[in-house]
Antibody, heavy 124, light 107 residues
Framework: QVQLQESGPGLVKPSGTLSLTCAVS?????????WSWVRQPPGKGLEWIGE???????NYNPSLKSRVTISVDKSKNQFSLKLSSVTAADTAVYYC?????????????????WGQGTLVTVSS | DIQMTQSPSSLSASVGDRVTITCRAS??????LNWYQQKPGKAPKLLIY???SLQSGVPSRFSGSGSGTDFTLTISSLQPEDFATYYC?????????FGQGTRLEIK
């Protein structure tokens, strides 16, 4: 059973950089999956931030692309998120999730495993 | 970006009711549409993928249909544990976008 666990500071100052790590257990980060970050502001909906493949290939949400970096550490079986120049609007629960490609060569892709989420508050 | 619009935004229903939630994409996404259930304080849970395929372990009272731009999630007979918020999500292209959610409440 694959498990994902987010970790990182729960409080970040405005204009600072938010840094989170997602540790993967019960499976290999080098499997044929994409690894995503999704966030949810308090009381609001879900927003996809971006994803990484074990090769290092990334896709980012254009709305955040200038501020986001997602990286992978295969030796530690984990991947990370950095979001720079944060403001109060970046306050949210941040989830990591596994993207499963159900059929190669198609766009049949879904998030089948999620971390429990971690609340990050941007405040001075 | 592909915009996903769900309706209704909220819905009140009773145990045993049949409920349908709709999701519309701003352009055709073939059948690349997933549905998730989220309960307060919990991560989303995958219910349906590829518009109509039931995820392993999900009760058969959940079903999905549609293709192109219009999709539906149906719960055939509501159970107490089904009261939650439901999201659709397209996987046709990046950025991977979600609907705004449908909150299903007890009447």
């Amino acid at each position: 059973q694959v498990q994902l666990q987010e970790s990182g500071p729960g409080l970040v100052k405005p204009s600072g950089t938010l840094s989170l790590t997602c540790a993967v257990s019960g499976g290999s980060i080098s499997s044929s999956n994409w690894w995503s970050w999704v966030r949810q502001p308090p009381g609001k909906g879900l927003e996809w931030i971006g994803e990484i493949y074990h090769s290092g290939s990334t896709n980012y949400n254009p709305s955040l692309k200038s501020r986001v970096t997602i990286s992978v550490d295969k030796s530690k079986n984990q991947f990370s998120l950095k979001l720079s120049s944060v403001t109060a609007a970046d306050t949210a629960v941040y989830y990591c999730a596994r993207g499963e490609i159900a059929a190669a060569g198609t766009s049949t892709y879904y998030f089948d495993y999620w971390g429990q989420g971690t609340l990050v508050t941007v405040s001075s | 970006d592909i915009q996903m619009t769900q309706s209704p935004s909220s819905l009140s229903a009773s145990v045993g009711d049949r409920v349908t939630i709709t999701c519309r994409a701003s352009q055709s996404i073939s059948s690349y549409l997933n549905w998730y259930q989220q309960k307060p304080g919990k991560a989303p849970k995958l219910l349906i993928y590829a518009a109509s395929s039931l995820q392993s372990g999900v009760p058969s009272r959940f079903s999905g249909s549609g293709s192109g731009t219009d999709f539906t999630l149906t719960i055939s007979s509501l159970q107490p544990e089904d009261f939650a918020t439901y999201y659709c999500q397209q996987s046709y292209s990046t950025p991977r976008t979600f609907g705004q959610g449908t909150r299903l409440e007890i009447k």
